[in-house]
Structures are given as structure tokens and as C-alpha cells.
């Protein structure tokens, strides 16, 4: 997993995860769900970036930490109208500064993000890496002839994907 500490950071994909049974206070629930995943600036190595990810209700309900954390992100809360509009795939190539913690469970060791914030004025900008393909294109490339698969990356074909409207009761 990737170091603990502050590191620059920039999103390279945001994942539809669908529809994820999860269980809090020992209720279950079923959710959309989506995956925010960023390369920092710290190399495994393999010379690879290390990769973070958070996973997230997809809701532009007030109080979803999706929300919470864009907020943070951008250094301003959104409002409801902007909230509902939020193109998530916005944030592809966005920078950010990440506080990320590692956790022990059941003996596995896990980096966490605890934190985004805008990264500090003048700081370099980070680039996705140029051999990270998208989790929703990977599938697609692997059947493709090789060629063709490199167009299709290179395309950068994209498709919007944006926090859903829920009720009061979410």
C-alpha cells in the first residue's frame, strides 16, 4: 500500500461500482456506489506510481461525505444546484493533496485517504500517468488487436458520470 503521510496527488479515475449492498449499524443497505482513484507523487518499485482510492455513496445529498470531501477538495462547499450538476468526470487529472493513513485489519495493511484538500499554491502539477488505462476501458482494450486498442486510449472518449439526486431519507 502506499506510504502514510501528505502527498500530491491527481485523480486518474472515477468508478461506477453500481449498486453495492453495504451494511451500517447493522442495517443493510443497497447503494450506488463510486470509486475515486488517485496517483501521488511517491513510486513503487516497480517505478509505478502508488495508487489510493475512496469509495463513496454516489449521492449529492448534503450530508454524503462525496460532498463533504469535493468540498474540501475545492476549498468551497457546493450548493444544492451545483451539487446535483457536478460532472464527475471533472475530476479526472484534477490535482489535490491527500492525507493518507494506513490501517491494520485482520492482518492486512490498507492506505486510507483521511483527507483531500486543494494542493498548496505553486506546488508542480502531477500528470496521470501516461500507461494507466481506466477501469471502464480496460475490458474493452484487452479485446481489442493491440493497435486498435492504443487509438481507443488515445481517443479519450468520455462519458459523463454525475452524483445522483436523493431524497431527504438518504
Not at 457546493?78 to 468526470?89: K, P, R, T, Y
Amino acid at each position: 500500500p502506499a506510504p502514510a503521510g501528505t502527498h500530491l496527488a491527481v485523480c486518474c479515475d472515477v468508478v461506477d461500482l453500481g449498486e453495492v449492498k453495504t451494511t451500517w449499524k447493522d442495517q443493510e443497505k443497497v447503494r450506488p456506489m463510486i470509486r475515486i482513484v488517485w496517483q501521488i507523487d511517491e513510486e513503487m518499485p516497480d517505478g509505478r506510481r502508488c495508487m489510493v482510492s475512496k469509495r463513496y455513496t454516489n449521492s449529492a445529498h448534503r450530508k454524503a461525505a462525496i460532498r463533504r470531501d469535493l468540498g474540501s477538495w475545492r476549498g468551497a462547499n457546493l450548493s444544492d444546484e451545483e451539487a446535483e450538476a457536478f460532472d464527475l468526470e471533472a475530476l479526472i487529472g484534477a490535482n489535490a493533496l491527500l492525507n493518507v493513513v494506513r490501517e491494520q485489519r485482520e492482518g492486512t495493511t490498507y492506505a486510507n485517504v483521511a483527507a483531500i484538500v486543494p494542493p498548496p499554491r505553486g506546488s508542480r502539477k502531477l500528470e496521470v500517468s501516461e500507461n494507466y488505462v481506466r477501469v471502464r476501458n480496460r475490458e474493452e482494450l484487452a479485446s481489442l488487436p493491440r493497435s486498435a486498442a492504443e487509438i481507443e486510449y488515445l481517443s479519450g472518449e468520455r462519458v459523463g458520470l454525475r452524483l445522483l439526486r436523493c431524497s431527504i431519507h438518504d
